[in-house]
């Protein structure tokens, strides 16, 4: 019997030997893990500079910066601002990310005080260069006037080879939130959002879809390479024809759904209509046009509005307007450059903040007829 108890005290202790060992590998690769969240180092492609807005969440900073390349993870910059509390002292105004950083850098570089906080600007996705010269004047930084003169800079035209008949650089006002220092000029504000705007398309480039699905695409006659904005990692070229396309088509997307679930549908209504030469009657285009002239509209008889015509009203012309009708921001942008693959040639406005999609015209007369039925319930 006591041979039997010295076995199993043996055999005990080998099996205490075997969980403290298999704890400390469970810890050893714990802090290895650890120490890679917080110390590995990652090469940011572009410069970035990220406006953080006063009190802004942690969570949508680090989701912000996830997206802009700075972090692999998001939960990986969370946690490295958690530890020491420093997710309590991060810093509203611009910061600037470049070269090569870790994520405890990265957190380092937004609790730093920025060399002027300035003035915090958030410009919403859908405004047009008035809406937001307006923005930026009530907020202090410039005047609505002085925003329109450098919009419509023949040299910030001329960057991005925007065609004459569009409306300045309408379009190509990225919108997001920027931290403006005292004495910012307009031209400096247009440039920050032309900048912007070259940064997000070269991020969104890889998403096109070059296939039938796509009319711009399908339809882009230029030679690969020929006036090339961005170039694909695939060396295919986007020309500055179809990424003025792209731009217009986002802007009525972005004006026609503000769910970002629809995008992708009502891209593809779209889409499918160019594809078959029928006119795009987005209500939206036929207002801006009106905008755009200089005249002013009370909100009133929609419908005869539809039937004036105008270069932007596309009830009245094929294809697409001369130009963006808005800036659009980067969900409508991709959505455009890769849109979902339907049947869908028109959807209607629910009531309820989303749209009925339907793929033939019998279909959505019902759709139509149900919606309004249910209004006058």
Known sequence: MRTAVVR??????????????????VAAAAGAWLTFVLFAPLSIKTPVELAVGPGEPTQKIAYRLEQEGV?????????AARLGERDRMIRH???AFAGTMTPSQVVDELVRRPPQAGIVVTIP??????????LLEDAGVVSAEQYKAAACDPAFRERLDVPPEANCVEGYLFPDTYAFTPGTTAAQVVDRQLSRFEQVMARLLPLVTPDESNALVAVDPSPSGAESWVVHPSGAAMGKRLLHETVTLASIVEKETSLESERTLVSSVFHNRLNRGMRLQADPTAIYGVHASGEVWDGKRLHEL?????????????????????NPGSGALA????PEQTE????VATGEGGHSFSATLAEHNKAVARL?????S
Not at 311 to 317: A, K
Not at 372 to 376: E, P, Q, T
């Open 372 to 376: 309004r039925a249910r209004a006058g």
């Open 306 to 326: 539809l039937r004036k015509p105008n270069p932007y009203n596309t009830y009245t012309s094929d294809g697409l307007p001369p130009g963006p009708i808005c």
């Open 125 to 134: 996705e859908g405004l047009t260069f008035a809406e937001i010269g307006a």
């Open 335 to 338: 959505a455009v450059l890769a």
């Open 93 to 95: 105004g611009q910061h």
């Open 71 to 79: 972090v692999r993870s998001r939960y990986a910059l969370m946690l």
């Open 344 to 347: 869908f040639l028109y959807f």
């Open 8 to 25: 199993a005290g043996k055999a005990r202790g080998s099996i205490a030997l075997v969980a403290l060992g298999a704890i400390a590998a």
